[in-house]
């Protein structure tokens, strides 16, 4: 499964990012939005709308911030992907 995360420069987002890479379950990390990062590696971008449509995504799992969660869903929507949202703060 080629996880991408939402939040990935975040202390939950960096454990997952560390479990995908050591391929926990089958699971390998397809990459990750994050505007904070301060440099952008590879597979990590500053916002959805930078993702390219080569980026092989199974699902895509959120630990961001709760007013980030509907640009999310757009993109996930626009994708045809699933979601796991691990994010709080939602009324």
């Given at each position: 499964m080629n996880i991408f995360i939402n939040g990935i420069a975040g202390h939950m987002g960096r454990e997952l990012a560390h479990l995908c890479e050591e391929g926990c379950r089958g699971a390998r990390?397809?990459?990750?939005?994050?505007?904070?990062?301060?440099?952008?590696e590879s597979a990590v971008f500053h916002r959805f709308s930078d993702v390219p449509p080569t980026v092989d995504i199974?699902?895509?799992v959120d630990f961001s911030h709760h007013t980030c969660v509907p640009e999310l869903l757009s993109?996930?929507?626009e994708r045809g992907l699933p979601v796991v949202?691990?994010?709080t703060g939602h009324t």
């Open positions: 990390l397809a990459g990750g939005v994050d505007p904070s990062c301060k440099e952008a199974t699902c895509i993109f996930a929507r949202i691990a994010t």
